[in-house]
């Protein structure tokens, strides 16, 4: 704070307290003994602030012998580079020259403007006024966030700003700043539990070396998919089938946040929470549910409705004007709005239902209606709260016409977000999709999410909930449940194709969207025993689960649909089970898949499935590869190739060729091989294969490295790792690491070769990865010589600094050492 101590006392008393009612600590020169000089303390006083207020009426103040300009001035131009807010006091009849001449060219150069004020309080008024809208539009903003994993998953972005809850974000701050390491914020539907753990996280995640990562749970309603969710938000790269174990792993040593929104559904996953925080010391644990984990170590926050009535008149006032630009609450109008808050007995949502009503009523038609419909509703053995919620969705659901009530039913069925398209499709016909889906808008009963990149749309769980119990009452639930299966059985027969086509990455991205969704329609296919719709979804969203490294989660569904044993179709049967033995022989278990494929040929034998059959044989070169050895393996992928070719099936000849490289890789046999390393990864290119081109480079890179080609190699794996980043494709590095490890050894840098073959060891025994016998053998042939070299004591502590390196810093070396530069995609 800068003015004259000549006048404006009781402005600057002001002032403080404005600042101080902020929790801000204001800062300004007053007299007294120092043993500095006046100027080189409030210089000194401005090097640490972040806000520069002025004040000034009349005095231009005090110059200093030797200087040019009082200090004010001073204070004022040195300013320069932070949020200033001048207040100037009038009338001032005997305003001084040079202040007047400083506050013209003040507003002659348009870089601050500045507000006149004439009494104490007003002043008061406008600074606190003026200070909230800064810190909200200024300094929240320019927060860096904290260095967050690549694939994490982001917080989501708020639609509309915070609105109060002090007490309860200085009560987590407390909690977490005092060791508690898993923190659940209860409460009941609509009180604004993830709203809440959001701004916490947001404005905590800098205090945490590996930031936060938020995983939404609405869209999962098994137990069961919980870890596969934490899976997916977090980036894990796992081809284990133990997803659980892959967690603890990737969170050991690491320092995060981790969001678990709306935990109430899958509480009995609470074990696997409890897992991951005594396997990682390092991660905090934020839930909102509307029920305890009930685990060792918990807290409890119970989030309680806005209780403030300035709070919750700011947020109703906030939502009414988002609704109607011109809403303005008169004095009248704000006991009334009060009023209506506590009917609504502060719940958030309740508030944020009504008041977009705004539209269509006054204050007073509202409280009215309100008082008439609202607050006798709802179960009797209800919490009052739960009551008067249920009792808002009710009387926003009476509003809407008899077509706007169908399309509101009909759309609960989506579980996450959904598009316009399959709104379409499962409205059905006789329904003005368009103009309900627009009104459902307006109403804040569904919401759009344009910051996904498309126009996608979603509901609140609570208004999703009890849309759902009106599409039952309605007797309307199973053909519109036909509906949504028939969309995505539709959408995954298209992705199946995709996937294997130059859109690949646009339909990867299309399946992270749908995620929920579909697996609503994989769960509806379990339950009510269609195996066959099962089976269709799983054949076309196989491979989106290989690109997600999601294998467990994948034969989690073929193990439900195989269930159904011998009742089912022969060669539904034979789909699923190929499909599975694809995964087995991708998580290692290759004698088993050894065992089911004859199963799976005999029954898809003359059944037309021609590139079933073809994929079957080109999975069935890893088992005889080593069982039968190089020669049955080699006719094994050649068949397939043949196969793929009869097709015209360019994705399956492009993973044909690939594995054939592979294979040579495998056993160290490059001889007459011809371009057939050069034909593979042509194939993949024109296919648009983002993983075949990965995986084909490092088959190059393995050549290179062979024929002491050591810097193409080099080449190779950077290109690999790239294509892996760019594609977004969440797999395995450990070959990449193997092969630099090697080029460390050529350049005589035998303890880093030691600790990245080591890490490289560490990632196939956690993933249950094969490393076939001639394979296996060179690499103890390698580690023999390097243990020769460097001794027995620097080798062994070479394997440990090694098995104790994380995925992260493994990345960053791995790419340094490949010539990738590391440039964010976001």
Same mark, same amino acid.
């Given at each position: 704070?800068?003015?004259?101590?000549?006048?404006?006392?009781? @402005?600057?008393?002001?002032?403080?307290?404005?600042?101080?009612?902020?929790?801000?600590?204001?800062?300004?020169?007053?007299? /007294?003994?120092?043993?500095?000089?006046?100027?080189?303390?409030?210089?000194?006083?401005? *090097?640490?602030?972040?806000?520069?207020?002025?004040?000034?009426?009349?005095?231009? /103040?005090?110059?200093?012998? /030797?200087?040019?300009?009082?200090?004010?001035?001073?204070?004022?131009?040195?300013?320069?580079?932070?949020?200033?807010?001048?207040?100037?006091?009038?009338?001032?009849? @005997?305003?001084?020259?040079?202040?007047?001449?400083?506050?013209?060219?003040?507003?002659?150069?348009?870089?601050?403007?500045?507000?006149?004020?004439?009494?104490?309080?007003?002043?008061?008024?406008?600074?606190?006024?003026?200070?909230?809208?800064?810190?909200?539009?200024?300094?929240?903003?320019?927060?860096?966030?904290?260095?967050?994993?690549?694939?994490?998953?982001?917080?989501?972005?708020?639609?509309?700003?915070?609105?109060?809850?002090?007490?309860?974000?200085?009560?987590?701050?407390?909690?977490?700043?005092?060791?508690?390491?898993?923190?659940?914020?209860?409460?009941?539907?609509?009180?604004?539990?993830?709203?809440?753990?959001?701004?916490?996280?947001?404005?905590?995640?800098?205090?945490?070396?590996?930031?936060?990562?938020?995983?939404?749970?609405?869209?999962?309603?098994?137990?069961?998919?919980?870890?596969?969710?934490?899976?997916?938000?977090?980036?894990?790269?796992?081809?284990?089938?133990?997803?659980?174990?892959?967690?603890?792993?990737?969170?050991?040593?690491?320092?995060?946040?981790?969001?678990?929104?709306?935990?109430?559904?899958?509480?009995?996953?609470?074990?696997? $929470?409890?897992?991951?925080?005594?396997?990682?010391?390092?991660?905090?644990?934020?839930?909102?549910?509307?029920?305890?984990?009930?685990?060792?170590?918990?807290?409890?926050?119970?989030?309680?409705?806005?209780?403030?009535?300035? @709070?919750?008149?700011?947020?109703?006032?906030?939502?009414?004007?988002?609704?109607?630009?011109?809403?303005?609450?008169?004095?009248?109008?704000?006991?009334?709005?009060?009023?209506?808050?506590?009917?609504?007995?502060?719940?958030?949502?309740?508030?944020?239902?009504?008041?977009?009503?705004?539209?269509?009523?006054?204050?007073?038609?509202?409280?009215?209606?309100?008082?008439?419909?609202?607050?006798?509703?709802?179960?009797?053995?209800?919490?009052?709260?739960?009551?008067?919620?249920?009792?808002?969705?009710?009387?926003?659901?009476?509003?809407?016409?008899?077509?706007?009530?169908?399309?509101?039913?009909?759309? =609960?069925? !989506?579980?996450?977000?959904?598009?316009?398209?399959?709104?379409?499709?499962?409205?059905?016909?006789?329904?003005?999709?368009?103009?309900?889906?627009?009104?459902?808008?307006?109403?804040?009963?569904?919401?759009?999410?344009?910051?996904?990149?498309?126009?996608?749309?979603?509901?609140?769980?609570?208004?999703?909930?009890?849309?759902?119990?009106?599409?039952?009452?309605?007797?309307?639930?199973?053909?519109?449940?036909?509906?949504?299966?028939?969309?995505?059985?539709?959408?995954?027969?298209?992705?199946? *194709? /995709?996937?294997?086509?130059?859109?690949?990455?646009?339909?990867?991205?299309?399946?992270?969207?749908?995620?929920?969704?579909?697996? =609503?329609?994989?769960?509806?296919? $379990?339950?009510?025993?269609?195996?066959?719709?099962?089976?269709?979804?799983?054949?076309?969203?196989?491979?989106?689960?290989?690109?997600?490294?999601?294998?467990?989660?994948?034969?989690?569904?073929?193990?439900?649909?195989?269930?159904?044993?011998?009742?089912?179709? =022969?060669?539904?049967?034979?789909?699923?089970?190929?499909?599975?033995?694809?995964?087995?022989?991708?998580?290692?278990?290759?004698?088993?898949?050894?065992?089911?494929?004859? *199963?799976?040929?005999?029954?898809?034998?003359?059944?037309?499935?021609?590139?079933?059959?073809?994929?079957?044989?080109?999975?069935?070169?890893?088992?005889?590869?080593?069982?039968?050895?190089?020669?049955?393996?080699?006719?094994?992928?050649?068949?397939?190739?043949?196969? !793929?070719?009869?097709?015209?099936?360019?994705?399956?000849?492009?993973?044909?060729?690939?594995?054939? +490289?592979?294979?040579?890789?495998?056993?160290?046999?490059?001889?007459?091989?011809?371009?057939?390393?050069?034909?593979?990864?042509?194939?993949?290119?024109?296919?648009?294969?983002?993983?075949?081109?990965?995986?084909?480079?490092?088959?190059?890179?393995?050549?290179?490295?062979?024929?002491?080609?050591?810097?193409?190699?080099?080449?190779?794996?950077?290109?690999?790792?790239?294509?892996?980043?760019?594609?977004?494709?969440?797999?395995?590095?450990?070959?990449?690491?193997?092969?630099?490890?090697?080029?460390?050894?050529?350049?005589?840098?035998?303890?880093?070769?030691?600790?990245?073959?080591?890490?490289?060891?560490?990632?196939?025994?956690?993933?249950?990865?094969?490393?076939?016998?001639?394979?296996?053998?060179?690499?103890?042939?390698?580690?023999?010589?390097?243990?020769?070299?460097?001794?027995?004591?620097? !080798?062994?502590?070479? +394997?440990?600094?090694?098995?104790?390196?994380?995925?992260?810093?493994?990345?960053?070396?791995?790419?340094?050492?490949?010539?990738?530069?590391?440039?964010?995609? @976001?």
């Amino acid at each position: 704070m800068s003015s004259t101590l000549q006048e404006l006392a009781p @402005e600057r008393a002001a002032a403080r307290a404005a600042i101080e009612s902020l929790q801000l600590i204001p800062v300004l020169f007053e007299l /007294g003994a120092r043993p500095h000089p006046p100027q080189a303390l409030y210089r000194a006083y401005l *090097e640490q602030s972040q806000l520069f207020v002025g004040l000034y009426w009349q005095s231009y /103040g005090w110059t200093a012998p /030797g200087e040019s300009v009082s200090g004010i001035e001073d204070e004022y131009r040195m300013s320069s580079g932070l949020p200033r807010l001048l207040y100037v006091k009038e009338p001032a009849a @005997e305003r001084e020259q040079r202040l007047s001449d400083l506050l013209g060219r003040i507003e002659s150069q348009g870089m601050v403007s500045y507000r006149r004020f004439e009494a104490v309080e007003e002043l008061r008024g406008l600074l606190t006024q003026d200070l909230a809208i800064l810190l909200t539009e200024r300094f929240e903003l320019a927060v860096a966030p904290a260095a967050v994993a690549p694939s994490a998953q982001a917080l989501p972005s708020p639609r509309t700003s915070f609105v109060g809850r002090t007490s309860e974000l200085g009560r987590i701050d407390e909690l977490l700043g005092a060791g508690t390491r898993l923190l659940t914020l209860t409460g009941p539907g609509g009180i604004g539990k993830t709203r809440l753990a959001v701004e916490a996280a947001q404005r905590l995640r800098n205090q945490f070396g590996d930031g936060v990562a938020f995983v939404p749970l609405d869209g999962v309603d098994d137990a069961e998919l919980v870890p596969s969710a934490v899976h997916q938000a977090l980036g894990v790269r796992d081809l284990t089938g133990d997803t659980v174990a892959a967690l603890e792993e990737y969170l050991r040593g690491k320092e995060l946040l981790l969001v678990l929104d709306n935990f109430e559904h899958v509480v009995s996953a609470a074990p696997v $929470v409890a897992r991951l925080l005594e396997v990682a010391s390092g991660l905090t644990v934020l839930v909102t549910s509307r029920e305890l984990l009930r685990l060792s170590g918990e807290r409890e926050l119970a989030v309680p409705p806005i209780s403030a009535e300035d @709070e919750a008149v700011a947020l109703f006032t906030e939502r009414a004007a988002a609704a109607r630009h011109a809403f303005e609450l008169s004095d009248e109008d704000v006991a009334l709005v009060a009023e209506i808050c506590r009917r609504l007995d502060g719940v958030p949502l309740a508030i944020e239902l009504a008041a977009p009503r705004m539209r269509l009523l006054t204050p007073a038609q509202l409280l009215e209606r309100l008082s008439k419909r609202l607050v006798l509703e709802g179960p009797r053995d209800a919490p009052a709260r739960q009551r008067t919620l249920e009792a808002a969705i009710a009387w926003s659901y009476e509003l809407l016409t008899a077509g706007e009530r169908r399309v509101f039913e009909r759309l =609960a069925v !989506f579980h996450g977000s959904f598009t316009l398209e399959a709104a379409e499709a499962v409205a059905g016909a006789g329904t003005d999709l368009v103009d309900s889906l627009a009104s459902l808008l307006d109403k804040s009963i569904v919401y759009r999410l344009p910051e996904l990149g498309e126009t996608r749309f979603a509901m609140l769980r609570m208004i999703r909930e009890y849309a759902l119990e009106r599409l039952a009452d309605a007797g309307d639930a199973d053909e519109t449940l036909e509906r949504l299966a028939g969309y995505y059985l539709q959408l995954a027969q298209q992705a199946g *194709e /995709g996937l294997r086509s130059a859109a690949q990455r646009q339909w990867k991205r299309t399946l992270d969207l749908e995620a929920d969704n579909i697996r =609503a329609v994989l769960g509806w296919a $379990v339950e009510r025993q269609r195996i066959r719709e099962l089976g269709a979804l799983m054949n076309g969203i196989m491979l989106w689960f290989m690109l997600q490294s999601n294998l467990d989660e994948g034969r989690t569904w073929l193990g439900h649909g195989l269930a159904a044993g011998s009742t089912v179709d =022969a060669v539904v049967r034979g789909q699923l089970l190929a499909n599975d033995v694809a995964l087995a022989v991708l998580e290692g278990e290759l004698e088993e898949a050894a065992v089911a494929l004859p *199963e799976a040929q005999a029954l898809l034998a003359g059944s037309g499935e021609a590139r079933t059959l073809a994929e079957l044989t080109l999975m069935l070169s890893f088992p005889a590869a080593a069982i039968e050895g190089e020669k049955r393996a080699y006719a094994q992928a050649r068949e397939s190739l043949a196969g !793929f070719e009869a097709l015209d099936d360019l994705w399956g000849m492009s993973i044909s060729l690939s594995v054939m +490289c592979r294979l040579r890789t495998i056993f160290d046999d490059y001889v007459d091989e011809g371009d057939l390393f050069e034909r593979a990864l042509a194939a993949a290119e024109r296919v648009g294969d983002d993983l075949g081109i990965g995986l084909q480079l490092v088959n190059m890179a393995n050549r290179s490295l062979a024929t002491g080609e050591y810097e193409a190699a080099r080449n190779f794996v950077g290109r690999s790792l790239e294509q892996m980043r760019t594609g977004r494709i969440v797999y395995s590095n450990e070959e990449a690491l193997e092969i630099l490890a090697k080029l460390e050894r050529v350049e005589g840098r035998d303890e880093h070769a030691v600790e990245l073959l080591a890490a490289a060891d560490r990632f196939r025994h956690e993933r249950h990865i094969p490393l076939l016998r001639p394979a296996h053998e060179r690499r103890e042939r390698l580690l023999d010589e390097l243990r020769s070299n460097l001794g027995d004591d620097v !080798f062994e502590a070479a +394997c440990r600094r090694g098995r104790k390196l994380d995925d992260a810093t493994l990345q960053e070396t791995a790419f340094q050492l490949a010539g990738v530069g590391l440039v964010s995609l @976001e």
